[in-house]
């Protein structure tokens, strides 16, 4: 019961963290921003760390943490983007987050879902990804190309949330799955933001909330 009370309080105070870095955000002043984004990205690590607690200290939930960590790792980097080495942190930061993807399918495939499902939901849906993407008019310059494999990336990795909740149908493997969902929209409303020739609030906006509710369900699910 005290880890529920003390992950509720953590939620909380994450949720207090991204509203004011997602609503209350003022361009001129970055490092206030950096510093609002690294405690609520840091508090969504902390509630997979008292999951993982929570849980016995599983190996599946061990993997499930490393990716929260390199999400930490990746919102950090993006951040400081706005600051110095706008290019190099763009792609060390994205290189952050494929990482934690590959942790989120890593820990899927080791709690029983199969690589096979995942790879069909991936093919399945990606089409519709690049379609969306495609519906918005952008710039992409070099990033097209792993761009697209990134994007293919985090759609195979709700595919292997999709394999692990088909195999193994829990409480956990369905918060996770649509954890990953979320993470999924989130980085199309990222990539709308950063890439697309009209700039839209909405798009910056709803990128932060879908993904720290991402990020939430996904560390909720561990000790589920």
């Known amino acids: ?30 490092v206030r921003g950096l510093i609002f984004k690294l405690l609520a990205s840091a508090s969504f690590v902390a509630v997979g760390r008292v999951a993982y607690q929570s849980a016995g200290g599983t190996d599946f939930a061990a993997i ?5 960590a390199f999400g930490f790792c990746g919102d950090v980097v993006l951040q400081l983007r706005r600051l110095v080495f706008e290019k190099a942190a763009t792609v060390l930061g994205g290189l952050f987050f494929l990482i934690g993807h590959v942790a989120y399918v890593c820990a899927m495939f080791y709690g029983g879902g199969k690589w096979y499902a995942a790879l069909v939901f991936a093919i399945i849906v990606f ?10 008019d952008a710039d992409y310059g070099k990033l097209y190309i ?8 985090e ?3 709700a595919g292997a949330g999709f394999a692990m909740m088909v195999s193994v149908t829990t409480v956990a493997s369905v918060v ?6 979320f993470f999924l929209v989130s980085d199309i409303m990222w990539i709308f933001e950063n890439f697309c020739t009209v700039e839209l609030p909405v798009y910056r ?6 993904y720290y ?12």
């Not at 089409?127 to 918005?136: A, E, G, H, N, T």
Request: aromatic share 16%; glycine share 4%.
């Open 205 to 210: 906006k709803a990128c932060l909330v879908l």
């Open 127 to 136: 089409p519709f990804v690049w379609k969306i993407l495609k519906s918005r």
């Open 176 to 181: 996770f799955f649509v954890g990953s969902l």
């Open 155 to 157: 759609t195979f990795m």
């Open 1 to 30: 019961m005290e880890n529920y009370i003390l992950v509720g309080i953590l939620i909380v105070f994450e949720a207090v963290m991204a509203y004011f870095f997602a609503f209350r955000h003022d361009p001129k002043r970055q």
């Open 64 to 68: 499930l943490l490393l990716g929260l």
């Open 213 to 224: 509710i991402a990020q939430t369900m996904i560390a909720v699910s561990i000790m589920l």
């Open 146 to 153: 792993p761009g697209l494999i990134y994007m293919f990336a």
